[in-house]
């Protein structure tokens, strides 16, 4: 009888002893934090967009210690806001916004500081009044890819021994106001206004958008003719593709009878660089969910991060292109 007691007080101790670690371990599960952070992105108006937002997806997941709320704003900047205000009305830790235009975001701004939210910008940026209003900024630098073309453009006339030339010159926008199309207009503005050969002789917004590119090249075709145009800048790669199709139905043969100068630099445009029908991609990198996981458990920390961060871009013709092409994730 007492080697029974003793068993069943031995077995009573193990049962309480596995109850108090079970209880542990489910303490300690449910204290680890998930972040939850809510993402208004644009759209998914280019190749670009959907490797971004695939980005995002790939980064903040549960295993990862994330809660992602997304939602696809159609490039509306009124369905962002929309956006904006449920997440802070759901409590995030972080807002990512990629914002639609420049402009126009200071009001809700203003309620995601007043819910202590922090606000991360990613690729666009934005003009406020009171920039204490978002935390900070991962992107491309728009303007300097907007000048890596202009030089690349001038070493390729250079190099055709076209340099004294007279080039005339069309220039596909981006979404106008968006800071993709500001800083990439201005950069080609420059390099035009630096040289007395080359002439604008149409510029007008294909809103990064491959048909809409196809459509706005054609118009453009339409009122001033093929043969007057020398070089195409495509402020993003779908946008050079719809010109491509709109160059080939007027009988030109894209990127030897014109120079085809596009940003971005996804994955087909190295395909049709190797082609011949693309002559230069500016690379604009949208793998921004690491850069953005790491300033958010920098944050998590305690520790300070940088305003402005840039992410490492190159430029690609046919000297680079088959080289780099197997190394690309997008």
């Not at 126009?104 to 910008?121: F, M, R, S």
């Amino acid at each position: 009888m007492r080697i029974k007691r003793i068993l069943f007080s031995a077995f009573a101790f193990s049962v309480l002893l596995f109850s108090c670690n079970s209880k542990k371990s489910e303490v300690k599960t449910e204290n680890k934090k998930i972040i939850t952070v809510g993402y208004a992105q644009v759209g998914h108006e280019s190749d670009w967009r959907l490797a971004n937002t695939k980005s995002f997806k790939d980064t903040f997941t549960a295993e990862n210690g994330y809660n992602l709320i997304f939602v696809d704003a159609d490039n509306s900047q009124e369905s962002q806001i929309a956006a904006m205000r449920d997440f802070i009305s759901q409590k995030v830790d972080y807002i990512v916004l990629a914002p639609a235009v420049e402009t126009g975001w200071d009001e809700i701004l203003k309620e995601a500081k007043n819910a202590g939210i922090p606000v991360i910008l990613s690729d666009r940026q934005l003009k406020v009044a009171d920039e204490s209003l978002y935390l900070c900024w991962v992107g491309g630098n728009f303007l300097r890819e907007g000048r890596e073309s202009v030089k690349w453009l001038e070493r390729y006339l250079d190099k055709k021994g076209r340099s004294e030339d007279s080039i005339n010159i069309v220039d596909l926008q981006g979404s106008l106001g968006s800071s993709a199309q500001k800083g990439r207009t201005k950069g080609i503005e420059e390099g035009i206004r630096a040289h007395d050969t080359w002439h604008l002789v149409a510029r007008e917004s294909g809103d990064f958008n491959q048909e809409k590119g196809r459509q706005t090249m054609a118009k453009i075709i339409g009122e001033i003719g093929a043969d007057t145009i020398d070089v195409v800048f495509a402020e993003n790669d779908d946008m050079a593709w719809g010109a491509i199709d709109s160059l080939k139905a007027a009988g030109k043969n894209p990127g030897k009878d014109v120079i085809i100068v596009s940003f971005d630099a996804v994955k087909e445009s190295f395909n049709r660089i190797l082609k011949g029908e693309i002559n230069c991609t500016c690379e604009c990198n949208p793998l921004h969910g690491p850069r953005v996981d790491e300033i958010i458990k920098t944050l998590e920390r305690g520790e300070p991060v940088d305003r402005i961060q840039y992410v490492s871009e190159g430029v690609f013709d046919e000297e680079n292109a088959a080289a780099a092409l197997p190394t690309r994730a997008y």
